[in-house]
């Protein structure tokens, strides 16, 4: 067989290629040579089922295309798929290919879209993701488009947003080095107030934001900072959410009181909730980090007729907050429902796999862990809950 090869030798014997190759791979697997004292033992061998190696799938780009089958035309097809790690099946394939697209009936395997025209799609994404939330910064934008498997540098991206008018914000930063986080959600809740002027209306937003996850729990609007907003607004919260641990806030009058107890307290008393009040505005601060991105990504540049349309246009940027920006926080892929709602390692492992964030993959509220049992007390009356359904007593 080594002198007159596959072919030659199955011609004289009149057997088979197929099968003379089957024997020679088991011959060459056993380490047998050749003679007639072990041609039964590799018969044996031969009529065992072969397993092959499965060779990972692998891209090649249109260059390396055109490398392995440059080094096919000069050493054939066999020589240059060993050498590559491809398939000689995959090279006859690329080879038709080629011909085809010669004669101006296909796409050529070794020709990809000129630079020019990658740097123009790359240039529309980040832009187009830009125009959708005009508030985002540079490495905001890129996050967003790392969620959508699109990567890009943030130089890249701020160089593109600037050559179509980006300017970027003046901000000052005081660097300090004491950070915490919670371990868990609904473990502390911030509270915090945001001043607006809707023309001539002034309006107080009351954000509450988990720590854990940044994932903003609850809001109100009111003219004024009221305790009975403050009340109305955690207890619906709570509904919504469940109970969280601890909370805190500064010193303002609605959640506060320097002498006695105010409104706000008494409630946390009564449902076993912890308080804490901020000493130091760093306490507070990813509240306030919020607060000042929602002046950059809402207030300044959205212009409401009224305050109604802020209401609507607060609860659908909130929405898209907690549902659809990715957070630096969580490093830069995550939203905080996926942290929130615990799927931040189902979201991770698809991202890593390739697969694009569903702008529809919206978590709702019907989908989230209800506490099966739960007795709480609201103005001093119990009530009891069962499955996020309030049973005595009754609703009204």
Same mark, same amino acid.
Request: aromatic share 6%.
């Given at each position: 067989m080594q002198r007159l090869g596959l072919t030659g030798a199955a011609k004289k014997h009149g057997m088979p290629v197929s099968t003379l190759c089957i024997w020679a791979k088991a011959q060459r697997a056993c380490g047998v040579a050749t003679g007639?004292?072990? #041609?039964?033992?590799?018969?044996?061998?031969?009529?065992? $089922?072969?397993?092959? *190696?499965?060779r990972?799938?692998?891209?090649?780009?249109?260059?390396?295309?055109?490398?392995?089958?440059?080094?096919?035309?000069?050493?054939? $097809?066999?020589?240059?798929a060993g050498k590559h790690g491809c398939s000689r099946f995959a090279i006859y394939d690329w080879s038709g290919k080629v011909a085809r697209a010669a004669a101006g009936t296909g796409v050529s395997p070794t020709s990809g879209p000129a630079p020019m025209e990658i740097e123009a799609q790359r240039d529309q994404e980040i832009l187009g993701e830009w125009k959708k939330h005009p508030g985002l910064g540079p490495s905001q934008v890129r996050n967003q488009l790392r969620a959508r498997c699109v990567k890009v540098s943030v130089n890249t991206v701020r160089r593109v947003m600037q050559d179509a008018g980006y300017? $970027? $914000?003046?901000?000052?930063?005081?660097? &300090?080095?004491?950070?915490?986080?919670?371990v868990r959600p609904n473990h502390i809740w911030h509270l915090d107030f945001v001043h607006r002027h809707i023309h001539r209306a002034t309006t107080f937003t009351l954000i509450l934001i988990d720590d854990h996850s940044r994932y903003v729990?609850? &809001?109100g609007v009111d003219e004024v900072e009221r305790a009975d907003?403050?009340?109305?607004?955690?207890?619906?919260?709570v509904r919504r959410h469940g109970k969280p641990e601890?909370?805190? &806030?500064? *010193?303002?009058?609605?959640? @506060?009181? @320097?002498?006695?107890?105010?409104?706000?307290?008494?409630?946390?008393?009564e449902l076993g909730v912890d308080q804490i009040v901020a000493e130091y505005k760093e306490w507070n601060g990813k509240v306030e980090v919020f607060n000042a991105n929602l002046h950059k990504e809402l207030f300044d540049v959205q212009r409401f007729v009224d305050v109604g349309?802020?209401?609507?246009?607060?609860? #659908?940027?909130?929405?898209f907050y907690n549902h659809a920006r990715t957070h630096h926080a969580l490093g830069g892929l995550l939203v905080p429902a996926d942290r929130y709602f615990g799927r931040a390692e189902e979201v991770l492992a698809r991202i890593e796999a390739g697969e694009p964030r569903d702008a529809t993959d919206a978590l709702e509220l019907r989908d989230r862990c209800l506490e099966p049992f739960k007795v709480a007390s609201r103005n001093g009356v119990p009530e009891i809950w069962l499955m996020g359904q309030r049973l005595l007593p009754s609703p009204a």
């Open positions: 007639a004292s072990r #041609a039964d033992g590799v018969r044996e061998q031969a009529k065992a $089922p072969l397993v092959l *190696k499965k990972p799938a692998k891209r090649y780009t249109p260059s390396q295309r055109a490398q392995i089958l440059e080094d096919a035309a000069k050493e054939g $097809p066999t020589t240059a300017r $970027p $914000p003046k901000v000052q930063r005081q660097p &300090h080095d004491q950070r915490y986080e919670a729990v609850g &809001h907003m403050v009340i109305e607004t955690f207890e619906e919260a601890m909370v805190m &806030h500064d *010193k303002g009058g609605a959640f @506060w009181s @320097w002498r006695g107890i105010s409104r706000f307290t008494a409630l946390l008393t349309e802020m209401r609507r246009r607060l609860a #659908a940027h909130l929405h």
